[in-house]
């Protein structure tokens, strides 16, 4: 028991697995060879994912790909083909996200997190909307687990009013979580690709602030109290996906926590303040407390001081330092550090920046994490540089 981590490193690709308490597993594939063939790497890689889910008797709960949008289906086919050999059941449930690798490969990798159920209550269940996958549920401790996958609007009704297509997708998660007897109070954690996101982030968030005061979340629009309010951690970042959508989520809520043991909780920490202070209505981080283990859930993010303002305008390498800074800052009061690191998402708005990082990450014992490295662009203009993660600790 206990919380072990492993690279395992081939010539084209690493995988990184992080054990948790032989429960939860997460899994990090980072493609390194720019000349590998995507399709035949995403064989390979998912032949080792397979391996690895079968010797531990876990079953995915969250999954993501990062890879160009013109091969998406290759991509997915060859997932599907692979780890359906040894999982016949596999829904084929996958959020693709437009990711260009700062490593200069078509997929630049993939991400999962797995679960280990112990008992038959336990087992992971798929979750349905008529004959469309949304998701999948889970048992422990006496507390539900929900994770959704790809929300969006789905009929694209909207056409390109992107505000609207915003709000639907939220409506959209909200109407699923009450079918499951849980709301936005519980959720946790969201993932949220926004196309363009430079063109229309405060209307992004306007349609965010929108839903979430319809949710309960938000009340009077009172700042002064931004972090006594209650916000899931969040990642809004620059992805297109294989949908046409303007925006994509997947989302993580836990309910029916009462006399369990397992505890959420958002975070904010010092060194910035609650982003709703500046219209954008997510918690800085989000602790998950079960009885063996806490969870960290840090939001994206960049290079903002505690005023929201940007900082080291134009300089990456103080930019990362400081954005890592800041991480420390809210992972240190939960007796966590980046050796607690499960998985992580690296933003990069330049490619040619990513050898500076590089450099920037070993100077500061970051350079061998378990992340995918992306180009994309961060919520505003002067940011080069955005991360978000996930760390575990044992109780």
């Not at 072990?4 to 690493?14: A, G, L, R, S, Y």
């Not at 308490?21 to 399709?39: G, K, W």
């Not at 303002?309 to 800041?326: M, P």
Request: glycine content about 6%; aromatic content about 10%; overall charge negative.
């Amino acid at each position: 028991m206990g919380i072990t981590q492993t690279t395992d490193i081939h010539p084209e690709f690493k995988i990184f697995l992080t054990d948790i308490q032989n429960t939860y597993f997460c899994i990090t594939a980072l493609v390194t060879d720019s000349q590998a063939d995507p399709i035949n790497i995403t064989e390979v890689i998912y032949d080792h994912i397979s391996e690895i889910l079968k010797d531990a008797g876990a079953q995915i709960v969250h999954e993501r790909i990062f890879g160009n949008i013109d091969i998406n289906k290759k991509l997915v086919e060859s997932r599907n083909k692979t780890i359906r050999q040894k999982f016949p059941e596999d829904p084929g449930m996958v959020t693709y996200i437009e990711g260009e690798s700062c490593y200069g490969n078509p997929l630049a990798g993939v991400q999962l997190r797995a679960f280990r159920p112990s008992k038959e209550q336990e087992m992971v269940k798929i979750i349905r909307e008529g004959d469309i996958l949304r998701g999948r549920m889970w048992n422990r401790n006496g507390a539900k687990f929900l994770q959704f996958q790809s929300l969006h609007d789905d009929n694209l009704s909207n056409g390109q009013n992107r505000r609207n297509q915003a709000e639907t997708m939220f409506r959209k998660a909200e109407a699923l979580l009450k079918s499951e007897g849980a709301s936005f109070q519980d959720v946790v954690r969201t993932w949220i690709y926004v196309d363009n996101i430079l063109k229309w982030y405060n209307e992004f968030n306007s349609a965010r602030n929108t839903c979430y005061t319809e949710f309960g979340l938000l009340h009077n629009g009172d700042v002064n109290h931004a972090e006594d309010i209650f916000l899931p951690a969040s990642t809004g970042i620059e992805g297109k996906n294989p949908k046409g959508a303007s925006t994509i989520m997947d989302l993580l809520a836990v309910t029916e926590r009462a006399n369990t043991g397992v505890e959420i909780q958002p975070l904010y920490g010092i060194r910035q303040r609650s982003p709703y202070r500046y219209g954008s209505a997510f918690s800085r981080a989000m602790r998950l407390v079960e009885p063996e283990e806490k969870w960290v859930f840090v939001s994206g993010t960049a290079s903002i001081n505690e005023k929201g303002e940007n900082v080291h305008i134009g300089d990456l390498h103080s930019q990362v330092k400081h954005t890592v800074e800041v991480v420390n800052s809210l992972i240190r009061p939960e007796k966590a550090s980046f050796s607690d690191l499960c998985e992580a998402t690296v933003f990069l708005k330049q490619k040619s920046d990513f050898s500076l990082y590089q450099e920037t990450a070993e100077s500061i014992g970051l350079s061998d994490i378990p992340a995918v490295y992306l180009v994309a662009d961060v919520c505003w203009e002067e940011l080069l540089f955005e991360l978000d993660a996930a760390f575990a600790t044992q109780l």
